[in-house]
């Protein structure tokens, strides 16, 4: 905001104390006072209006002394009554609608009719019809006039609004426009159009300039805000426009996506912060009709970690697939309620023929899997239930473990038994050569449902890795937001590191076609474009959203950037494969990975281990399990588990020699055991 600007609000506070006082007055005057006061100042435009209509169209000395005393009587005494029965009184002057149009009209109408009428029946001075005329144009105006400017008054609108540029001068643009000069919170000084052939040209007022103008338009007119009226443009596009934006001191904005806006979600004026997605640039493929519905239309589908952010958006897109069941396999209720009656509300409005069934329970819990499961003839699976928060999990390795890797076996046995065609796993870059126990117990899934196909399970059996998705529980993005609404500072890990981003959408979408390619125990991989580093984004965000990043070239600056560290168990880099080798898919951005498989006898004695060491929280052996069985994980030196912590290894030795008793001992635990 330039100092102008600033200038201009101080002023305005400045006097707008007295305002203030007689407003708060108004507002807090008890009902029936209201209306009184404003039939009062009805009846005194009506009579003014009158005067008027009377001395504009007739000669005063023609008209009898006693005649316009009485005539004016009669407004007095008649107005109110008709603008009574027409409800001018019942409303509420600062929720006043264009409605009051029709009522004025006819109250004037009424009251014209009156006064003709009535000077008919006075000998020797009659008013013509021009007088009538005149006096319904004149009162029409004041009593419509006086309601439209209390209303201004009463609403406590600020008088200085900020100013701001549109970009884009098409029908959106001009809809913008027309929205923001009525009733919005900044006005536009003018159109800012790539297209030659607008500039110049006036839509709605207002003139259109090129791209090139808009430091001189920023420079003269103080302009705080530019907003993008863009629905229908690529997020190439977007993210070309807002790069050329950023070295700009002002706040861009941006009018709703054009599938908002046709879905009603959303209106033009519905002002909001530009999303990263049109920062990243990448726009989606149209899926492929016979991958999209393949494993999904005329089926019975379960989603398992249906509350969460990818496994609630499975859940939608599962809806609109033609599904004929969707089974929601939530173990918070919180979450399973939200995406039950958010899903209901979806099949209702768009008569959907899709049966609802929520399940409050654990993916752990393998025979309430299997009974449900039979139970809804499942025949496809999205097991999305998993605990991914990286530092949590490395904070808490038994329940991550618990969950992420006796969760998936249990699922995908439970899913065998009950005849289920095709299971996928949804999965994690962070599975690729892992440094935390998130990511090395979701490549142990990996590893189960990968050798429950190799020992002859006649399921479907496919995996899907991605980066992270934007707006998730927990995603940078979010945060960054609110950090920069809250005035900073913007904490960023390390100036070094990078993620992949995707919007959820897209990635879902192409998880659903990936399970339709799968069958024998394929990981696949999703293009996620090119990563992005987590430092630039926070500074586009920054300066996109008007502000200015505070560091040592730049002191005066408005928010800080914080490095506050990586956390336990996080990576500078993701990656998406663990061999190097992958080969392309029927599909642009599907990918499939050649990795090793492990025997089955191994991956069994491995779990006979990992159960033991869960039962007793042994940390060290549960590292230790991991390491032996995900040979890529290189866990940090520090431990982090808070249970852990709290209760060191007491029960370390108990552990291990329930794992010897059991008769499942791996190579590295008989090698620790002995020195």
Same mark, same amino acid.
Not at 444 to 449: K, M, S, V, Y
Not at 485 to 491: D, E, H, K, S, Y
């Given at each position: 905001?330039?100092?102008?600007?600033?200038?201009?609000?101080?002023?305005?506070?400045?006097?707008?104390?007295?305002?203030?006082s007689t407003r708060r007055a108004l507002v807090n005057l008890p009902r029936p006072a209201k209306r009184v006061l404003l039939a009062l100042v009805d009846v005194g435009l009506l009579l003014w209006a009158l005067f008027l209509a009377i001395h504009f169209t007739r000669d005063p000395v023609s008209v009898g002394a006693g005649y316009p005393r009485a005539l004016m009587a009669l407004v007095a005494t008649t107005a109110i009554p008709v603008f009574a029965m027409l409800g001018l009184y019942r409303a509420v002057i600062r929720f006043l609608s264009s409605r009051v149009l029709v009522s004025v009209f006819i109250g004037m109408s009424v009251l014209a009719t009156l006064v003709l009428g009535y000077t008919f029946a006075v000998p020797g001075a009659r008013l013509d019809l021009g007088t009538a005329v005149a006096f319904w144009t004149f009162g029409f105006l004041l009593v419509l006039g006086v309601r439209f400017v209390m209303r201004d008054f009463l609403l406590d609108r600020p008088r200085v609004r900020e100013r701001a540029i549109i970009y884009g001068a098409g029908v959106s643009g001009a809809r913008l426009a027309a929205l923001l000069h009525r009733d919005g919170e900044c006005v536009?000084?003018?159109?800012?159009?790539?297209?030659?052939?607008?500039?110049?040209?006036?839509?709605?007022?207002?003139?259109?300039?090129?791209?090139?103008?808009?430091?001189?338009?920023?420079?003269?007119?103080?302009?705080?805000?530019?907003l993008l009226a863009l629905p229908s443009a690529s997020h190439k596009r977007r993210a070309e426009i807002l790069a050329s934006l950023e070295p700009h001191p002002v706040h861009v904005q941006t009018v709703p996506d054009m599938n908002d806006l046709v879905a009603g979600r959303a209106r033009f004026d519905d002002l909001r912060e530009v999303q990263v997605e049109d920062l990243l640039g990448r726009d989606p493929i149209p899926p492929h009709p016979e991958l999209i519905g393949a494993c999904v239309a005329g089926r019975s589908v379960m989603v398992t970690g249906a509350g969460g952010s990818i496994g609630s958006e499975l859940c939608r897109q599962v809806a609109g697939l033609g599904a004929t069941r969707l089974v929601l396999v939530e173990h918070a209720e919180a979450a399973l309620y939200a995406i039950d009656e958010e899903l209901r509300e979806l099949v209702a409005t768009r008569k959907l023929a899709l049966e609802v069934v929520p399940v409050l329970g654990s993916v752990v819990d393998g025979e309430l899997m299997e009974r449900v499961m039979r139970g809804c003839k499942v025949r496809t699976v999205y097991h999305a239930a998993a605990y991914k928060h990286v530092p949590l999990v490395e904070y808490n390795m038994a329940a991550g473990i618990r969950n992420n890797v006796l969760g998936t076996l249990a699922a995908a046995q439970a899913a065998e038994r009950a005849g289920v065609e095709t299971f996928l796993l949804v999965s994690t870059d962070k599975a690729v050569n892992p440094t935390n126990v998130m990511g090395a117990s979701k490549r142990?899934?990996?590893?189960? @449902?990968q050798g429950m196909r190799q020992r002859g399970s /006649?399921?479907?059996?496919?995996?899907?890795?991605? *980066?992270? $998705? @934007?707006?998730?529980?927990?995603?940078?993005?979010? /945060?960054?937001r609110e950090q920069i609404?809250?005035? *900073?500072? $913007?904490?960023v890990t390390h100036p070094e590191i990078t993620r992949y981003f995707m919007t959820i959408e897209e990635a879902v979408q192409l998880v659903i076609q990936a399970g339709a390619m799968g069958g024998a125990a394929e990981v696949f991989l999703l293009d996620m474009g090119k990563p992005v580093k987590i430092l630039e984004l926070a500074r586009k965000m920054i300066r996109l959203s008007g502000r200015r990043e505070r560091d040592e070239q730049n002191p005066d600056g408005d928010i800080e950037i914080v490095f506050t560290g990586l956390r336990p168990g996080e990576k500078l880099y993701e990656e998406l494969l663990i061999s190097g080798n992958a080969v392309g898919t029927d599909h642009p951005r599907i990918w499939k990975g050649i990795e090793a498989v492990t025997e089955w006898t191994r991956v069994e004695a491995v779990l006979a281990s990992l159960r033991v060491a869960l039962d007793h929280n042994d940390c060290a052996v549960l590292r230790d399990i991991l390491r032996s069985i995900v040979s890529e994980y290189r866990p940090p030196e520090d431990m982090a588990d808070v249970v852990h912590a709290l209760c060191g290894d007491e029960a370390a030795g108990t552990a291990r020699s329930g794992a010897v008793a059991s008769g499942a001992v791996v190579e590295l635990l008989v090698a620790r055991r002995r020195s």
């Open positions: 905001m330039n100092w102008q600007h600033r200038k201009a609000r101080e002023l305005y506070a400045h006097m707008a104390e007295p305002l203030q536009p000084i003018g159109f800012v159009d790539d297209a030659v052939t607008r500039q110049g040209t006036v839509v709605g007022g207002l003139l259109v300039h090129s791209p090139g103008e808009i430091a001189r338009l920023i420079r003269v007119h103080g302009v705080a805000r530019i142990f899934a990996e590893i189960i @449902l /006649r399921m479907r059996i496919c995996m899907v890795r991605f *980066g992270n $998705v @934007l707006a998730s529980s927990g995603s940078v993005v979010p /945060r960054f609404r809250g005035g *900073g500072p $913007v904490t």
